[in-house]
């Protein structure tokens, strides 16, 4: 412990904490705040590497969404429609709590719909994804509501894509304001108690008789149970886990007058999205380009994938308008083998969430609740 505490903040910041939660981000906040709301006499701490959340919380595009058609088609042949199915509940569970906690005004939520892109070379890919139309409807009839999918070619001209054959609609698929989202999270903890520490990296955790003991530049904090949250950024503690990093690269244009293009859009399985925000439009993805380049926790921009995104912007989405590219930037996901978020205890009173697969909006809120309640149930 560094010398330079005094007593009061040595008993009074860093010790005797029923649980700390490493990492800020959507589930770390969701986390602590089932805990808090359920436990209201527990003491709590979020300790948060960054200045801000770090990773992909405040750097996502926005998109409240279970899944595109071709996104879906994919995921069903890995795990099988009863899992699939299990997961996309998830996912809306996850953003019926988000929206419930903060509110859709809070949150800026816009049910908008989503589409997909189906480029004129894309041929099988499109055949395939109308043809499974009927029967993710059935999937997820029960889930979130009746005729989810539908073709809805006319949009096309409407929106002004270039190269674009079919394109198919997802009336459930909404958006939000991610900056306002993090920031209303962040305050609603704080209003319950919680404290947040940011700039609090977590060096090594030490086990010891009655709990742990993390050490941090800043000082050593003591408590009983640990949640660890900070997702692709686990392995720094527990190298084990079985996650893998995925960086996901985003341009945003400036301002753009008459922007017809509203609603979120996903193209490529997924692998690209792009939306309109406040008369911008936000692009971003292209991670399949090099999937082991991207495999990293490094915050940055590669030349192939940055042309990419800037040739899908030119040649299809803004074929006919002229715009600028105001700014670039990244964030860090986290995958692993299979579709579902890990969420267990994988040491003694150790708990931890990550493996959001991309969809850390839509499932968050979810996993922060499950993994509090592992705790929860140890108390």
């Not at 990773?55 to 926005?62: H, P, V």
């Not at 042949?77 to 988000?98: C, F, H, V």
């Not at 292209?286 to 994938?305: L, S, Y």
């Not at 692993?336 to 850390?360: D, Q, S, W, Y």
Request: aromatic share 10%; glycine share 8%.
């Amino acid at each position: 412990m560094s010398t330079e505490l005094s007593y009061w903040e040595k008993e009074s910041f860093f010790c005797n904490y029923d649980a700390i939660v490493i990492g800020s981000g959507i589930v770390g906040l969701n986390a602590a705040i089932q805990l808090k709301k359920t436990a209201p006499s527990l003491k709590i701490v979020i300790l948060e590497k960054g200045f801000l959340p770090t990773g992909s919380s405040t750097k996502n595009a926005g998109f409240a969404c279970f899944g595109s058609i071709s996104e879906l088609i994919e995921q069903e042949k890995l795990i099988g429609s009863d899992r699939l199915t299990m997961l996309i509940e998830k996912r809306w569970k996850g953003l019926l709590k988000l929206r419930h906690l903060l509110g859709d005004n809070t949150i800026d939520y816009q049910c908008l719909g989503g589409y997909e892109l189906f480029k004129k070379e894309d041929n099988f890919s499109a055949d395939l994804g109308v043809s499974k139309i009927e029967h993710f409807n059935h999937l997820v009839n029960d889930i979130v509501g009746s005729d989810a999918f539908l073709l809805n070619n006319k949009k096309i001209s409407f929106f002004g894509f270039d190269g674009v054959d079919r394109l198919v609609r997802n009336q459930y698929e909404a958006q939000i304001d991610t900056g306002k989202m993090m920031s209303a999270l962040i305050q609603y903890a704080q209003q319950l108690g919680i404290s947040i520490f940011n700039n609090c990296k977590v060096d090594r955790i030490e086990e010891e008789s009655k709990g742990f003991c993390l050490v941090t530049k800043n000082g050593n904090f003591l408590c009983k149970r640990l949640i660890v949250t900070a997702n692709a950024y686990i392995k720094d503690l527990y190298p084990d886990v079985d996650i893998n990093p995925g960086r996901g690269q985003v341009l945003i244009t400036k301002p753009i007058k008459n922007l017809k293009i509203k609603g979120t859009f996903h193209y490529d399985k997924g692998y690209y999205y792009f939306r309109n925000i406040n008369n911008r439009i936000l692009l971003g993805g292209g991670r399949n380009i090099d999937f082991k380049a991207e495999e990293t926790t490094t915050f940055g921009q590669t030349e192939p994938v940055q042309s990419a995104l800037e040739q899908l912007l030119r040649e299809v989405i803004l074929p006919t308008t002229n715009y600028e590219i105001d700014y670039r930037w990244s964030g860090i996901m986290a995958f692993g083998k299979t579709l579902e978020p890990l969420i267990e205890e994988i040491r003694p009173n150790v708990f931890c969430a990550t493996r959001c697969n991309g969809m850390g909006v839509a499932i968050g809120s979810q996993s922060g609740e499950e993994v509090a309640n592992l705790l929860l149930n140890k108390l």
